[in-house]
């Protein structure tokens, strides 16, 4: 996942213990996020090939396979290019996103069957991106400014010890009044979200496996699993060749670059 599905989701001499100085659970909780995000600081851009597997409620499996290319961006959110290359009937798709960390997100979604590049309006951000049980919004970066945040506890993840984390959406056209995040204490990576519609019923569950780390720094899960509670439908993302500093720059990222993404 880019820092996207992916930094939903990372140093730790950036600042000082979280346990040090937090004093209320929502100055915790944001200093938890903060040392996430610097940990994930200087990476300059990436690219990677992704699968992408829907499963409706029977189990029946359609697969698409994509490429990602990712640009970090000083002051404000990444930038990110989401190009479809199977099955035919989605080749030549793409999507692109420019984060910010204040302001709504900018996206823009290429249909080559129409020959047009279609914008995404904020108000559509909650809506499911090509199909899957990921949204537009889940495709951004995670970036701190977009949340407040509130500390819960430390609780058990697998064979780490994560905290756990509310984040409450500053955008009111996000499709969720709320997440709770796993982090894990060892390198503040993100394990698992929970997902709160706009009824406070718990809609999705995003877990993420498999991290390996690049540049001797950067860590990057392989497997990202979105569970749809309500409709009972899943999307698998899985990750493979990531490549880091291959020279991307804002060039790349434009919405002519929609059109001629191959």
């Not at 690219?47 to 396979?65: C, F, P, Q, Y």
């Not at 199909?131 to 064979?159: N, V």
């Amino acid at each position: 996942m880019n820092k996207t599905i992916s930094s939903l989701l990372m140093g730790a001499a950036l600042i000082a213990p979280v346990t040090t100085f937090a004093e209320t659970p929502e100055e915790k909780g944001y200093a938890i996020a903060v040392e996430a995000d610097n940990r994930n600081l200087g990476w300059k851009d990436s690219t990677a090939d992704m699968t992408m597997v829907l499963r409706n409620k029977r189990g029946d499996e359609s697969v698409r396979t994509l490429r990602v290319k990712s640009l970090e961006v000083q002051d404000d959110g990444d930038k990110s290019l989401t190009i479809f290359d199977e099955p035919k009937d989605v080749r030549g798709t793409a999507l692109l996103t420019f984060t910010h960390k204040v302001e709504p997100d900018d996206q823009w979604l290429y249909l080559p069957a129409l020959k047009r590049v279609k914008r995404i309006a904020s108000r559509n951000k909650s809506g499911p991106f090509m199909g899957s049980e990921f949204a537009f919004e889940d495709m951004s970066s995670q970036e701190i400014e977009k949340y407040d945040y509130k500390y819960l506890k430390d609780e058990p993840c697998g064979e780490l010890t994560c905290f756990v984390v509310e984040r409450f959406p500053k955008d009111e056209n996000s499709g969720y009044t709320r997440q709770i995040a796993w982090i894990d204490q060892a390198e503040y990576r993100v394990q698992k979200v929970d997902y709160y519609d706009r009824k406070e019923s718990l809609l999705k569950t995003l877990t993420v496996s498999k991290y390996n780390q690049y540049l001797a720094k950067y860590w990057r899960p392989s497997e990202s699993l979105m569970v749809n509670h309500q409709t009972k439908k899943s999307t698998t993302l899985t990750w493979e060749n990531y490549q880091f500093q291959t020279g991307l720059s804002d060039s790349d990222f434009t919405k002519n670059s929609l059109k001629r993404a191959r």
